[in-house]
């Protein structure tokens, strides 16, 4: 499975949006880009996934650059709950498991 | 949505003794689920995959003797950890996804905290 890259922590306050960075230079063409989060003592929560096109659910939006050597969650407004390890995975139909690096802790301020 | 179930979410045993989590796949059947082990600060590290009708797939530095799966049916694959010691303890996650579809999306248990004292 293809390398992603987050920074280890951001920090937001409630109420406002949050961009969520993810770089990953080696994608290739048949890597879905999967945002998933774990909550604090919970297993990972499906956020959002998309291949090419931006995306839009219930959660959050994925802003996937032109070149997908890079993407964007963006959570349009930052609540309490939504503190939490953010992780970017890259897989494919080839593939098996999904392979965690170290996320994002995005911390929420009242 | 899709939903993977995970048993029990909390465990403490006493150190020499087994423990048997189960994970089961609630609404959908799935062909293979991974088992995940988690310390604390820590990302998620794979462990096993596990597959319905067969042997399980070991990640290099888990013993396969230690760390038991059976996956019998094609919703529910448990994970026995045997003769558990102290460095046992942590906080294990299953996953799954639906073998009917194509979706790449994968679906997590809620996760069992091990405590072994």
């Known amino acids: 499975d293809a390398k992603t890259t987050q920074p280890n922590s951001m920090e937001s306050n409630e109420e406002e949006p949050v961009h969520l960075p993810c770089n990953h230079s080696?994608?290739?063409?048949?890597?879905?880009i999967h945002w998933y989060r774990q909550l604090p003592s919970q297993g990972p929560e499906y956020v959002i996934h998309?291949?090419?096109s931006n995306v839009n659910n219930r959660m959050a939006s994925l802003a996937i650059a032109e070149d997908r050597k890079s993407s964007t969650l963006i959570l349009h407004r930052a609540t309490l709950r939504d503190a939490a390890v953010y992780y970017c995975?890259?897989?494919?139909?080839?593939?098996?498991?999904?392979?965690f690096g170290p996320g994002t802790r995005l911390s929420v301020l009242p | 949505g899709a939903v993977v179930s995970q048993h029990p979410s909390r465990v403490i045993c006493k150190s020499g003794t087994s423990v048997k989590i189960e994970c089961r796949s609630l609404?959908?059947?799935?062909?293979?689920m991974f088992w995940y082990r988690q310390f604390p600060k820590q990302s998620l590290m794979l462990m096993a995959t596990?597959?319905?009708?067969?042997?399980?797939?070991?990640e290099q530095g888990v013993e396969k003797d230690k760390f038991l799966i059976n996956h019998a049916s094609l919703t529910l694959s448990t994970l026995t950890v045997t003769s558990a010691h102290p460095e046992d303890s942590s906080f294990y996650i299953c996953?799954?996804?639906?073998?009917?579809?194509?979706?790449?999306?994968?679906?997590f248990g809620q996760g069992t905290r091990l405590t072994v004292v």
């Open positions: 998309g291949l090419t």
């Open positions: 080696t994608i290739s063409g048949t890597d879905y």
């Open positions: 596990s597959n319905e009708g067969s042997k399980a797939t070991y």
């Open positions: 996953s799954a996804r639906d073998s009917g579809t194509t979706n790449t999306e994968a679906f």
């Open positions: 609404d959908f059947q799935a062909t293979t």
């Open positions: 995975i890259l897989f494919n139909n080839y593939g098996q498991n999904f392979v």
